[in-house]
């Protein structure tokens, strides 16, 4: 039982580069996320699925795509990347009537 | 204005002390109220969790709600060394999968 798996765990890309983050869970849950954690910022939701079908935006969603694959993966896709999408990135994900949000290592991602 | 509120510190105690970690909130419709704690280069884990108003428990930890003041405190008693990490403060107005509202992080080091 993994939990909540990331790859890559660490990316340096250009600007203008794309890429696309994976995450994948093994707890059958049913809702998963994507964060940012920026210094001073804590952390902030791009976007969310809360079911094997649907996403919506959070907080700030500029920039970035996502894709359901299925119940277990969730990928954030950078069409174009910028500086200012350098950060740690988390995915996470929970279960339906439950409390806690499990996070997965995070991937260390830069822009240069 | 931030919805969440929280001194990103750092703060640095000897061990043995109480530790206070604070949040403050603005939005009155938050009802669940949880702690976080995240380890340098990991993911965060969920530590403490609270619904509504009062005090809970666990060890060495409380965590407290006054949602009257709008303001949740975590307090750790007998500080370790092995405390030591970012406190993030959590929010939700519904209780399963949905949203949750993050506070920047306090940077917490225990010295020996």
């Known amino acids: 039982n993994a939990g909540v798996t990331q790859t890559p765990k660490f990316q340096v890309l250009k600007t203008g580069q794309s890429m696309t983050l994976q995450c994948a869970q093994d707890m059958n849950h049913n809702s998963m996320y994507w964060y940012r954690q920026d210094p001073g910022m804590g952390l902030r939701l791009i976007y969310y699925s809360a079911s094997e079908g649907t996403t919506d935006k959070g907080e700030v969603p500029n920039g970035y795509n996502v894709s359901r694959l299925n119940k277990r993966e969730f990928s954030l896709r950078l069409e174009s990347a910028a500086p200012s999408q350098t950060s740690v990135y988390f995915c996470?994900?929970?279960?339906?009537?439950?409390?806690?949000?499990?996070f997965g290592p995070g991937t260390r991602l830069t822009v240069t | 204005q931030k919805e969440v509120e929280q001194d990103p510190g750092p703060l640095s105690v000897p061990e043995g002390a109480i530790v206070s970690l604070n949040c403050t909130y603005s939005?009155?419709?938050?009802?669940?109220f949880m702690w976080y704690r995240q380890y340098s280069r990991k993911g965060p884990e969920l530590l403490m969790y609270t619904y509504s108003s009062g005090n809970k428990e666990d060890g060495r930890f409380t965590a407290q709600v006054d949602k009257s003041s709008k303001y949740i405190s975590l307090f750790i008693r007998d500080s370790q060394p092995s405390d030591s990490a970012t406190y993030l403060c959590?929010?939700?107005?519904?209780?399963?999968?949905?949203?949750?509202?993050f506070g920047q992080g306090t940077r917490l080091t225990i010295n020996p």
């Open positions: 959590a929010m939700s107005v519904l209780q399963g999968a949905q949203k949750l509202v």
């Open positions: 996470a994900s929970q279960g339906q009537l439950a409390h806690e949000q499990y």
């Open positions: 939005n009155s419709a938050f009802q669940y």
